[in-house]
Nanobody, 122 residues
């Protein structure tokens, strides 16, 4: 059974930082691209960032480029999202995801985590 378990969400003031982590189990970690998506209240789930299976290629939504950094540790089976210079509009539930490739994941995700809440106060 595949499980993606997120941690690290919470409440932070604007301008602050948070680091999200996702631990994957039940799958061959190196065979999957990984990523993060987010869903704000009343909105659909949106792409934030993805990282290729080997970790050498990353993609970011324009809204987070230069502020967020995605990384993966194949030995630990984890993928992290370092979020700096947070803004109130970053407030959302953040979901970890696994898929076939870092590009196709924008349209198709094979596995989802349960989500973790990030709230940025102004």
């Amino acid at each position: 059974q595949v499980q993606l378990v997120e941690s690290g969400g919470g409440l932070v003031q604007a301008g602050g930082s948070l680091r999200l982590s996702c631990s994957a189990s039940g799958l061959t970690f190196g065979s999957y691209a990984m990523g993060w998506f987010r869903q704000a209240p009343g909105q659909e789930r949106k792409f934030v960032s993805t990282i290729s299976r080997g970790g050498g290629t990353t993609y970011y939504a324009d809204s987070v480029k230069g502020r967020f950094t995605i990384s993966r540790d194949s030995a630990k089976g984890t993928v992290d999202l370092q979020m700096n210079s947070l803004k109130p509009e970053d407030t959302a539930v953040y979901y970890c995801a696994a898929g076939a490739s870092a590009t196709t994941m924008r349209a198709r995700v094979d596995y989802w985590g349960q989500g973790t809440q990030v709230t940025v106060s102004s």
